[in-house]
């Protein structure tokens, strides 16, 4: 394989951290302005300097050639003192990513590629996940699983644990308290050495 493919592929993979870091910072500046959010923080491949690893792309994985991980989405925490306004945080995430993304200054990453993993702030104990669909129920299959929908907007994953790294790496990327404001913004967070 050429080594220019591979620097294109790796390339293409930083590029895409720093778009899915971009949109951190579109959706942290729109949900800073709902009082019951205490904290929020990414996590995930976004939050971390990306790693090589052989890709699940045939053509890599076939010569066992590694490249930088791929982030294949966005993993937001964010810690509410109430659940009451999910539809409206929901709302303000697509209408904000849409916003930044016309006006140039955003990414083209839409509101379903942004898990937002959503915590009580005085016990980190795990609620759910803000859904994406736009009316709740939807009645879609994921909207079967039972305590899907019960509080609007908190969508239910059959079988979902939040692993601790989930937290770990949360932690070591603070981007907002209610306390200080905007600690600092995603694309500042470390990048591969």
Same mark, same amino acid.
């Given at each position: 394989?050429? !080594?220019?493919?591979? +620097?294109?592929?790796?390339?293409?993979?930083? =590029? #895409?951290?720093?778009?899915? $870091? &971009? @949109?951190?910072?579109?959706?942290?500046?729109?949900?800073?302005?709902?009082?019951?959010?205490?904290?929020?923080?990414?996590?995930?491949?976004?939050?971390?300097?990306?790693?090589?690893?052989?890709?699940?792309?045939?053509?890599?994985?076939?010569?066992?050639?590694?490249?930088?991980?791929?982030?294949?989405?966005?993993?937001?925490?964010?810690? !509410?003192?109430?659940? +009451?306004?999910?539809?409206?945080?929901?709302? =303000? #995430?697509?209408?904000?990513? $849409? &916003? @930044?993304?016309?006006?140039?200054?955003?990414?083209?990453?839409?509101?379903?590629?942004?898990?937002?993993?959503?915590?009580?702030?005085?016990?980190?104990?795990?609620?759910?996940?803000?859904?994406?669909?736009?009316?709740?129920?939807?009645?879609?299959?994921?909207?079967?699983?039972?305590?899907?929908?019960?509080?609007?907007?908190?969508?239910?994953?059959?079988?979902?644990?939040?692993?601790?790294?989930?937290?770990?790496?949360?932690?070591?990327?603070?981007?907002?308290?209610?306390?200080?404001?905007?600690?600092?913004?995603?694309?500042?967070?470390?990048?591969?050495?």
């Amino acid at each position: 394989m050429r !080594l220019s493919k591979i +620097d294109e592929e790796n390339q293409r993979q930083l =590029t #895409r951290q720093r778009e899915f $870091r &971009a @949109a951190a910072d579109v959706i942290v500046s729109a949900f800073v302005a709902f009082s019951e959010v205490a904290a929020i923080a990414a996590s995930g491949s976004v939050a971390v300097p990306l790693w090589k690893e052989v890709p699940r792309f045939r053509e890599f994985r076939r010569e066992g050639i590694e490249v930088w991980h791929e982030c294949g989405d966005l993993d937001l925490v964010v810690w !509410l003192d109430s659940l +009451d306004r999910l539809g409206e945080m929901r709302r =303000t #995430r697509e209408l904000a990513l $849409r &916003a @930044a993304f016309e006006a140039g200054t955003g990414p083209s990453i839409t509101g379903h590629q942004a898990d937002v993993f959503l915590l009580e702030p005085t016990s980190d104990r795990y609620l759910g996940r803000l859904c994406s669909y736009n009316e709740c129920p939807k009645g879609k299959r994921d909207c079967l699983v039972p305590g899907c929908g019960a509080i609007a907007f908190n969508k239910v994953v059959a079988g979902f644990v939040p692993r601790a790294d989930l937290l770990a790496a949360a932690r070591q990327s603070k981007l907002y308290e209610r306390k200080t404001g905007i600690l600092k913004s995603a694309l500042d967070l470390p990048g591969p050495q």
